[in-house]
């Protein structure tokens, strides 16, 4: 059973455009959305994150969109650069319990054309 | 900054071998995180651990088991390997009362002949 839904599976870019990442999730008791950046070679980073009690969260060009009743969340990357060629995955956990387990989607390949 | 160091970067292991894979944490870390990764297929929990000692299975542990006897330190057990574990295999770790922000290891690419 997947819980975290993710698409599309590879996405390419112009540079300067917008990439749109979508996530959709099943577990109600979610409440903890992480985005992770993978480079080749390297393991995922922690990009950005968010919490149910707020629909939008900015940090520079990436934007968590969070719509809780249609228990979906996505990623926005404005003015998308060569260098944000990556693999990004969505995440999700509950911190009912206290173990930290986070639940991921199947990933997105983002390519940035230049 | 946390990092987490797994001990190799690539194996090459045949069919039937035990095999260790080995991750240690250098910010006396609670919780650590065993995940493989696999084309399409994304980051599937294997085994995690919040404490010396325990374990607990993640979403697909069969094939594989986990050692915790230090803190710092958290191996993933394959004890008869197969060619369908063939894999990125990655480490992570956060402390207790973290943000989530998992430290992810540089992965341990096995190829089992």
């Known amino acids: 059973q997947q819980q975290v839904k993710q698409s599309p599976q590879s996405l390419i870019v112009q540079k300067g455009g917008i990439s749109i990442i979508n996530c959709a999730y099943e577990n109600t008791a979610f409440d903890y959305f992480p985005w992770y950046q993978q480079f080749p070679g390297k393991g995922p980073a922690l990009l950005i994150a968010?919490?149910?009690?707020?629909s939008e969260k900015k940090e520079g060009r990436f934007t968590i969109s969070f719509n809780k009743s249609a228990k979906q969340f996505s990623l926005h990357i404005m003015d998308s650069q060569p260098g944000d060629s990556a693999t990004y995955f969505c995440?999700?956990?509950?911190?009912?319990?206290?173990?930290?387990?986070?639940?991921f989607g199947k990933g997105t390949l983002l390519t940035v054309n230049p | 900054d946390v990092k987490v160091t797994q001990s190799s970067r690539y194996l090459v292991k045949r069919t039937g071998e035990k095999v260790f894979l080995e991750c240690v944490q250098d910010m006396d870390h609670e919780n650590m995180f065993w995940y493989r990764q696999d084309p399409g297929l994304g980051l599937r929990l294997i085994y995690f651990?919040?404490?010396?000692?325990?374990?607990e299975k993640g979403d697909i542990p069969e094939g594989y088991s986990v050692s915790r006897e230090k803190k710092e330190r958290f191996s993933l057990i394959l004890e008869s390997a197969s060619t369908n574990q063939t894999s990125m295999y990655l480490c992570?770790?956060?402390?207790?009362?973290?943000?989530?922000?998992?430290?992810f290891g540089s992965g341990t690419r096995l190829t089992v002949v």
């Open positions: 968010i919490r149910p009690d707020v």
């Open positions: 651990s919040y404490d010396v000692k325990m374990k």
């Open positions: 995440a999700a956990s509950s911190s009912g319990g206290s173990n930290y387990k986070l639940t």
């Open positions: 992570a770790s956060i402390r207790q009362g973290g943000n989530y922000g998992y430290t």
